[in-house]
């Protein structure tokens, strides 16, 4: 048996690799967004789905908000007591969260939590032919499985970011006002003075959105064509992580530099 | 050789080739599935059983040759009219496939709620009678983790069922069911057939089983059709292929063994021991 008997095609190396998934990838975004008159008919489906990833991520991001809040209080105390500003921590603390961190860690652990288990949820309905069942049913496995998945996660990651960002600031309040003895009224004063809705607020949010849209492509690309073996849905599983976080950070670089 | 004229098949297979990995599962298989009959499907395994099937139902495309389902060129379909002739069929895949999300009343019904409107009631009067005929209606709430694996193939026949079809595939539908269970499923075939005159192809290797329930039976090996007949034609094994097959000898038209290289040589027997 010789080696070109084995190989279908000659191999580029990984950088041709990697463009070759990108495109399948962009193709199978085409087939998500063609199919999504069709899902609509699976509205059930679809709000089960935000449900599942919803309330499976919430208690992680609730929990991660309040200590990065406190963290960031308590550091931005450190650091604004330095040039006697800490009446402005409130501010400070309000736009880290929905400028940046909010969207940043939201979207990283929703890839860990939800993006994982899309992946190998697809993964093992490809392995255990409940894809080919549907097909057989003449239900599109597309329209019925990949797209609310997606369209869900696109819905829920906004609302997880911005969950975080509150938690964030109810951590900043009890570390700042209720322990370093910031006072209450400046906290929120200072904060709601200048944070300004639409420009911080409606910006997090924007990229919120688009680590939504990124993290559920990657998750529902990779477990749709994961190869139907245990080894190759746990390999879809790790790369819907490591694929997921290295676009979040790129692609948040990006935004920023155009959103600013 | 079948010819075109026949009218009274249900699925005509014409000259089918299909290579996968670089193997040719089918070099020019022919076979016709008359209508209204219980077509049995047999041969070694990795023989393309489940293959036919899936080029059947439009899973896969042949590389050539024409697949006529109802007088439909299943490998020249739209999606469209894939999924409108896929509605009238009934596949029962080798490993149940239920879906894991729903409890077994769910995966029964799942084709109703997708394809019909049906007032809840109508959906369970049908659910409930497609699962009371497969003996499982007590097993209504179970999720499909909570059955074995002949209760799931069960469960797989009414939902395949649930649409009443005009055509049934079977993919090996008796392994692993105890006799009971067993005389049940074909009880079942048989009256589906007999009854509703729904056309059946049934992919089995219990000949026992297989020569209850079918009218026909098609060998095939080596990517081509063998023998066909009666199964008392073929028991009677006039040809090499039956009594190799029936008889279950390993030397004979069809090799025991996946082709593979020099035994000895793969040992280390050979050249390097002189
Ligand atoms: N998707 C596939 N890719 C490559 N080879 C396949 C594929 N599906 C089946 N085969 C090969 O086709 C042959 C027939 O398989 P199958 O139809 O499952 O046999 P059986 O008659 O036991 O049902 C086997 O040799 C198998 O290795
Ligand atoms: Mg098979």
Known sequence: ?260 | MPTDADADALVEVRDLTTMLSGKAVFDGLSLDIPRGKVTAIMGPSGTGKTTLLKHITGQMRPDRGTLRVDGQNVPTLGREALYALRERIGYLFQNSALLTDYDVFENVAFPLRQHARLPEVLLRNIVLTKLQAVGLRGAARLMPSELSGGMARRVALARAIVFDPMLILYDEPFVGLDPIALNQVLKLIRTLNRTLGITSILVAHEFAAVRQVADGVHLIANGRLVASGTPEQLARGESDWTRQFFGGEADGPVPFQYPAGDYAEALGFTGAAA
């Open chain 1, 1 to 260: 048996m010789s080696a070109d008997m084995k190989t279908k095609a000659p191999r580029g190396g990984m950088l041709v690799d990697g463009l070759a998934q990108i495109g399948a990838c962009g193709l199978f975004l085409l087939a998500l967004l063609g199919a999504i008159p069709r899902s609509l008919r699976h509205l059930r489906e679809i709000s089960r789905q935000v449900w599942f990833v919803g309330a499976m991520s919430l208690v992680i991001i609730m929990i991660s908000g309040l200590f990065v809040g406190m963290v960031l209080a308590l550091q931005l105390y450190y650091t604004l007591s330095i040039f006697g500003g800490t009446a402005a921590l409130g501010t400070v603390v309000a736009l880290s969260l929905y400028r940046e961190l909010g969207p940043v860690i939201t979207a990283l652990l929703f890839a860990g939590r939800a993006g994982t288990a899309m992946t190998a949820e697809i993964g093992l309905m490809r392995a255990t032919d409940q894809l080919a069942a549907m097909e057989m049913m003449a239900v599109d496995p597309i329209a019925f499985v990949a797209t609310p998945r997606f369209l869900a996660g696109v819905i829920a990651m906004p609302l997880l970011a911005n969950v975080f960002s509150m938690l964030g600031l109810l951590g900043a309040h009890l570390v700042g006002v209720t322990w370093l003895g910031v006072d209450n009224g400046t906290f929120w004063s200072n904060m709601t003075s200048n944070v300004d809705v639409w420009k911080d607020i409606v910006n997090g949010t924007w990229k919120a959105l688009a680590f939504g849209v990124v993290v559920s492509l990657i998750a529902v690309f990779q477990g749709y064509t994961a190869p139907p073996t245990s080894e190759g849905v746990a390999y879809a599983t790790t790369r819907t992580v490591v694929f997921a976080s290295i676009v979040i950070l790129a692609l948040d670089f990006v935004m920023t530099a155009f959103l600013m």
